[in-house]
């Protein structure tokens, strides 16, 4: 036999092997599809989503609401900052969420907060889903409002008026939030964080933790 | 039926098979697997089926949090099919050579008309220009994302093609530019001319899948042999080959991709597909 059949046989002997055992082994198949194909990769599309910051009652998978969510909105609103470890606009945007709510986190870590924002209490949450636990996990998207798919995403969750009764309601912005400067994604996570205060002082009295 | 014909079929049905992931409210969920793509394309793509290969790599080498498995998964998918078929992904299955390949006419005769686009394959530091795609692969997708961050996802002019054009296309008003996209455009816009002016332009110069797979030619199973003791040196197999390739002193060429033109062109049958088990 040739030495070269000998060194094809031999290379696909330990290429099929390794495939086959990472396939088998690993999570690299699902790690492969949930975090690159089926997220939606803003860096491969060059574009930032539009941030349209209406508040909605309807999940956006028709999940209830998690357990987590429901209770805390009894004290305050709730923001949550979604991020997977490997992700530039995340690695962006960390610093202004620092900012704003006084906090600091590593980008691996999962964290859970009560802050004060501009003397009102806003329960904070930096989930990193390449760590969270499966209720956070599966938080995601259910406020994946725009389905976008994509990270880094701010949802923030508040009460509102709705047929007769006061239920959560939330919004989310994707991204760099579409705005090209540090001050304009600054300003438009505040005013984000401002709409859903302002909600939640106006209809608190009437939530009612299920 | 022609190789011609045989690569056009093969070249639809990869086209077909890769872009099964589009959705279809009630009709069709669409396919998403977790596999890597042995040729170009980009998940970013809203009918993709698997991931591009380079993003996978990326984010495994990502300001050096090395992620083995996203280094080695794709790395292991391009190998398989390299050992097996050499570079002949390129030639009869990626969607991006399909697209050259419809291209392709223009190159070849507006080389006829301006002959200072002949000139630039017949240019001695041409075979150099070859290079440039390992260095693409090399700089832009592993060492500046381990240094700085995502540099070709962001720039890809097949991202632009397949992902940014029909994602703005099927949701206007929902996304804006970010920093990268004029860069990118401006990629995108001097692919477009590439292959329109040199056939197969970006597969031979700038493709980093290509360069992946290009030194799989040396030891693949499959490759084009030519019998150059009964060669005649006509050079008719030279002129139709799309890489441009001096095919009569051919011995398994890293830039082959085994397209065939070759074989259908050769007057006295010397060049053939050949499998060495």
Known sequence: MKTIAVVQIALLIIISGAGVGMLVYTDVYDEIHDTIVSTLCLSCIKLDPVSRLDFVFETANDKPHPEFVLKNLTTGPI???????????????????????????????TLYKLVDYNGSTVHFYHINLDHATQEQEDSFPIYDKDHRQGVPMFVIITVKYHRGIIEPCYTAAYGTVGQATEEGRKQLLEDMIDDGLNLYEQNKAGYKYP | MN????????????????????????????????????????????????????????????KGNWNWRFILWPILIVSFVGVVTGRAIC?????????????????QKLKKKYPVLKKIGQLRIEPFFRYIKYILFLGLVVIIPIYIGFMFTDVCPIGFLVGTIPISVLDPGGFTPNEFYYIALTIFVLFIILIFIIERGWCRYFCPIGAMFAPFNKISIYYINVNKDECVHCNACSLVCPMAIDIPNMNRDPECILCGKCIDKCPKNVISFERSI
């Open chain 1, 79 to 109: 923001f949550i900052e979604y991020r997977t470890d490997v992700c530039a606009a995340c690695d962006d945007m960390a610093p202004i969420v620092k900012e704003i709510f006084h906090v600091s986190f590593e980008k691996t870590d």
């Open chain 2, 3 to 62: 190789l011609r014909f045989k690569r056009l079929i093969s070249q639809v049905f990869f086209l077909f098979f890769t872009n099964l992931g589009f959705k279809i409210e009630n009709v069709f969920p669409g396919i998403k697997t977790g596999f890597c793509y042995p040729l170009f394309l980009c998940h970013a793509c809203p009918a993709a089926t698997s991931a591009c290969p380079l993003r996978a790599i990326e984010i495994g080498v990502f």
């Open chain 2, 91 to 107: 030639g009869w299955a990626c969607p991006i050579g399909l697209l050259q390949r419809v291209t392709g006419k223009v190159p």
